[in-house]
């Protein structure tokens, strides 16, 4: 097998991981073109990480079976030759018995190493300010501050599951085939590729910006309902209490507050937080994405937060239709 280039295999790691984009598949497909054989090498990459899965998933070893194995294999060895007779080799009883403990022993270890590296890779964030975070498949998350999340560094093929506690919203990336988890300490929320805020205070809150959620009492979880968007759900004491909305800034609890924060993440903020459309105008400004923000939003109009960056940074604004370009 050739060398990989490293480009090559952060996707290939990616794709093991069920997290690639189609992006990367693009590009996968592109490479394998210049030399058909190199897809024969992917598959059997894949074929052999599907394999770990069931090494990993063994939970007992036939000491048995392997020596019988590992047995034939030696009497195999010695008989392979030109036909003649051939005086077998017997291996002593001791070497035998430790041969066999080291294939299991080298299971085992394998088998644990493997579960460890592939399993237990988690980030766990507690916000000291208002947070972006871009999980491994693209979902963005806006993680309010003294709020905690933990999820995974790649996500497996067939769930997206991570925990929160405090208040977020989420942008999931639409999988048909890998629903979007969120655990709180009483509800379970699944979606497959919409907008949404959760909050997980006294009583727990999700209210839905596009798309639809599941939202299920962990502890219950037939007790649920099924919120489209403009619909937002309480979560006390076993009952559901559904409301609609028409604007989402009602749903922010206090004040948005930016310390040190890219401008291009305060307004995609903004945006949420408005429910109206706010870009930069990089064509004429292709750093402005960039500049530092330490403000605080809440009780101001729209226009008056724009007019404050724009005193801030030293930026211009213009409306086109329903937009507002910062230029």
């Not at 090498?41 to 990993?56: H, K, L, N, P």
């Amino acid at each position: 097998m050739e060398e990989l280039p490293d480009y090559i295999k952060k996707i290939l790691l990616r794709k093991l991981h069920g997290a690639s984009a189609k992006v990367d598949e693009r590009i996968i497909a592109d490479w394998v073109a210049q030399r058909p054989v190199r897809k024969e090498e992917i598959d059997q990459m894949d074929a052999t990480w599907q394999q770990t899965d069931e090494w990993v998933a063994e939970t007992a070893f036939d000491t048995t079976s392997a020596w019988s194995k590992v047995d034939q294999r030696i009497t195999m060895a010695a008989e392979k030759g030109t036909g003649a007779p051939v005086a077998l080799f017997r291996i002593s009883y001791l070497l035998k018995i430790v041969t066999a403990a080291a294939i299991v022993t080298g299971f085992i270890f394998g088998g644990w190493w493997l579960h460890n590296q592939r399993q237990e890779r988690f980030n766990t964030i507690t916000a000291t300010a208002d947070q972006h975070i871009t999980l491994a498949e693209g979902t963005t998350v806006w993680l309010r501050k003294g709020s905690t999340i933990r999820f995974p560094k790649f996500f497996f093929k067939k769930q997206r599951k991570i925990s929160l506690s405090g208040e977020a919203y989420f942008n999931v990336k639409t999988a048909v085939h890998q629903p979007f988890s969120i655990e709180t300490q009483k509800g379970m929320i699944t979606v497959l590729g919409t907008s949404f805020l959760v909050n997980t205070g006294r009583q727990e809150r999700v209210a839905v910006i596009t798309g639809k959620v599941l939202f299920a009492d962990k502890g219950h979880p037939q007790n649920q309902c099924i919120l489209t968007a403009h619909e937002e759900a309480l979560f006390s004491e076993g009952t559901f209490e559904r409301k609609t909305f028409t604007s989402p800034q009602h749903l922010w609890q206090d004040e948005l507050n930016f310390r040190s924060t890219p401008l291009k993440e305060v307004i995609q903020t903004l945006t949420i937080f408005y429910d109206s459309a706010v870009k930069i105008d990089t064509t004429q400004s292709p750093q402005a994405g960039e500049l530092l923000i330490t403000a605080s939003f809440g009780k101001e109009s729209l226009l008056q937060a724009v007019d404050e960056l724009t005193k801030l940074t030293g930026l211009h604004y213009k409306r086109q239709q329903d937009t507002i370009i910062l230029y």
